[in-house]
Structures are given as C-alpha cells and as structure tokens.
C-alpha cells in the first residue's frame, strides 16, 4: 500500500513538473504565431478519467463460450493505480505539424462489475450482482501527420494520417455463485495484446464570440490494423486560451473491436480528460 501510494504521488508530481517546466520555458512566448513557417512546439500534460469496458470470450462448464461484459470505473482503479503517464507533444512549422501522443497506465486488483453475459440465444440473466478482480496494463501510443487545411478567426481545421499501437496485458479472476452453464463458478482469463492501426481523421478548434479565448476542440479518427480489428477515437470539449497557453476539458472515447475467436472481443475507453497545453 505504501509503494502504490508512493507511485501515485510520482505521478502527480510528474505530471506538474512537466506543466511548471513547460510553463517557465514558454512564460515569455506569450503571443507565439504557430502558423508564422518557423518551428514551433506544444507539449500538453493531461489526465484523463475513463470506464473501461471490456466484452471477453470465456469458456463454460458445459463447453462452448460466453461473451461477457465487464465494466470497471475510476473509483476503483484510482484507488489501486501503480503508474500512468499521459501527454501529447506537438512540433508545428507552418500549416505541416507532427504530434505524438502517450497514455501508459498499470492497474492492479480492480473491482469490476460483470454487466451482461451473451449465449447463443442472447442475454442470459445472473442471479445475483457479479464483482471480479481485473488487472490492466495498457500502453497507448499514436503517432501523426498533419496538415491545416483551413484556419481563420473562427477556427482551424487539420486533416491528418498515422499510426497507433496498443500494448494489452489483463487478468480476470472470477469467483461467484451463479447457475451451471453460465460460467465457470472460479477461474480466470488473461490476454496480451499488440495492435498496430493506421489512422486516418481531423482534428482542430472552433472559437467561441469574438474574444477568442473560449473554444472548442474537436478530434475524430477511425483505423483499421494487424488484429482483424478496426479502432476509432473521438474528443471534444471546451477551452479557455490563457497568454501562456491553453487549458482544455473534454470528453474522450477510444474503441477497439476485434473479430475472430480472440478472448479479447471490444475493449472502450471513455471519460474526462483535463489538461493544460503551454507553447513556445
């Protein structure tokens, strides 16, 4: 308990680190043109706050399989976070920009929830609330090409292409009382991951009134890669532009499906992020 809580005071101080040292570098750079055709670079520290669903293939008593849908909130897996780290950093000169982004996450002991569990003929009820123990370690990586294709006082507009990879590792263990056939009464699964996507999408800003300061980002992709598997992932939200930068707060979504007879069958993402972007 005392290293997990340890490891989770690093990473919040990783974390302002980065803001404190980004925003004494780019104190002075109030007012930077990104677009002025020298290079410029953002780097965006953020936290992000999603449910992670998760829908897996397990095998039964009787032979054959289950779908299963687990669900698993932040009340559970903050309170057992072994590390994360997430940020965006961006180099732009002129309309052409390169952006990678890095979500990293290690949960431990987990209380999900089983949700629903699909047979042949569809649902299948549980008699009674189902709760399992899930551990998760993911890395997200993306990495981006893009071009703006439109800019103007009421916004800007970026066309882009790339490539993103997801390292998955999880282990279920289920224990439970429920009827013969549904699912095993104990046992676990666990599943590695690695996925390569080609992505392709917009993304941009739109002002709000005539000041400027207040907007609205927006991010949209949809890929397709190695694991018979096809992937989108959506933001939007509001920001505020302060003379050292900007601070943002969205709704993010990351959905991956699969096809086949992989124990891992969808796997969503989905919550707030905040976080504060400083440019120079």
Request: glycine share 14%; charged share 20%; proline share 4%.
């Amino acid at each position: 308990m005392i290293r997990k809580k340890r490891l989770q005071a690093g990473f919040w101080a990783t974390v302002t680190g980065a803001a404190l040292l980004a925003s004494s570098g780019v104190a002075s750079a109030a007012g930077v043109d990104m677009y002025d055709g020298q290079w410029h670079y953002s780097l965006t520290p953020y936290a992000w706050f999603p449910n992670i669903n998760q829908t897996l293939q397990l095998a039964t008593p009787l032979g054959g399989g289950k779908s299963v849908d687990i669900e698993v909130k932040p009340d559970s897996y903050l309170s057992n976070l072994d590390f994360a780290l997430m940020g965006t950093f961006e180099a732009r000169k002129g309309d052409w920009a390169l952006a990678m982004d890095l979500v990293y996450n290690d949960f431990s002991g987990q209380q999900g929830k089983i949700k629903t569990v699909h047979g042949p003929e569809g649902h299948e009820p549980l008699p009674i609330d189902v709760n399992v123990d899930v551990d998760i370690k993911a890395l997200i990586w993306e990495g981006i090409g893009s071009y703006t294709a439109a800019r103007s006082s009421a916004g800007t507009l970026d066309v882009f292409g790339g490539a993103r990879y997801l390292g998955l590792k999880t282990s279920t263990d289920l224990s439970f009382s429920g009827p013969e056939g549904v699912l095993e009464r104990s046992g676990g699964s666990s599943n590695k991951l690695n996925v390569w996507d080609g992505i392709v999408g917009v993304r941009g800003a739109v002002s709000l009134g005539d000041g400027g300061d207040w907007f609205v980002p927006y991010y949209l992709d949809i890929g397709a890669g190695n694991y018979s598997n096809w992937t989108w992932q959506g933001w939007t939200g509001v920001g505020y532009r302060f003379d050292w930068g900007d601070i943002v707060l969205v709704y993010r979504n990351l959905s991956y499906s699969t096809t086949g007879d992989e124990v891992l069958q969808d796997m969503r993402m989905a919550g707030p992020a905040l976080g504060a972007t400083f440019r120079w």
